[in-house]
């Protein structure tokens, strides 16, 4: 697609809820990343994937915190047992990897969040 | 670790006037710098990057100047308008690697 889609763009769940957010990336972005962004602060990482690989997941919370990848395309970050601190936006971003030319600099496009509220 | 430390907000500013939001990094390795822009109601989009010491990023009347020796990426325009008014982001990315580091972002409101 011509941008980075997320979906819902807001959930509301009652405390111990199952959530699922999904991440649709640019098409052909190899990286996708997830971030979470609490109020007032900058977006912190939580995990990233290569295709369908999870290259790293050291951001991730606890282990009700869970992402895949299964295709290399769409992702699913998804909390189990939801808690009052869940409650932030997600940020999925992708990359098409290093920008050509030798620059190195990784260059993220980002969605628009899904914001959730737990009650 | 590697970290981001930006300015605090909220700065208010007044149509036309000079903008200087600093920024400075502690980086384990050798980074590329970035300025992501947030408008309201939008994602984080690329405003401009810096990928080594001395390289100045420009776009939209933005300008920020990678300076090692400080360990600095100070983001300046020279004449705001109300349109920028958003939440700026500094990050950085260590060359080789692939997780990009968010400061905590900067409100910046411009008044008419």
């Known amino acids: 697609g011509a941008g980075v889609s997320q979906s819902p763009r807001y959930k509301v769940a009652k405390r111990g809820q199952d959530v699922a957010l999904r991440c649709d990336p640019i098409?052909?972005?190899?990286?996708l990343f997830w971030y979470q962004q609490a109020l007032g602060q900058g977006p912190e990482f939580l995990t990233y994937f290569q295709n369908e690989a999870q290259l790293d997941k050291s951001g991730l919370p606890s282990d009700r915190f869970f992402a895949e990848r299964p295709e290399g395309s769409v992702s699913t970050l998804k909390i189990q047992r939801t808690q009052q601190e869940d409650s932030a936006v997600y940020l999925c971003?992708?990359?098409?990897?290093?920008?050509?030319?030798?620059?190195?600099?990784?260059?993220?496009?980002f969605g628009a969040g899904s914001r959730l509220t737990v009650l | 670790g590697d970290s981001v430390t930006q300015m605090e907000g909220p700065v208010t500013l007044s149509e036309e006037a000079f903008l200087t939001i600093n920024c400075t990094y502690t980086a384990t390795g050798y980074p590329s710098l970035f300025w992501y822009v947030q408008y309201p109601g939008e994602g984080l989009q690329l405003l401009l990057k810096a990928t080594k010491a001395d390289d100045k990023g420009s776009n939209k009347g933005f300008e920020a100047t990678y300076r090692k020796e400080t360990t600095s990426f100070h983001l300046e325009k020279g004449s705001v308008q109300v349109s920028d008014s958003a939440v700026y982001f500094c990050a950085l990315t260590i060359t080789g690697g692939f997780k990009t580091i968010f400061g905590a972002g900067t409100r910046l409101f411009v008044k008419a």
């Open positions: 971003a992708s990359s098409g990897g290093w920008v050509r030319g030798g620059s190195g600099a990784n260059v993220l496009t």
């Open positions: 098409s052909g972005h190899v990286s």
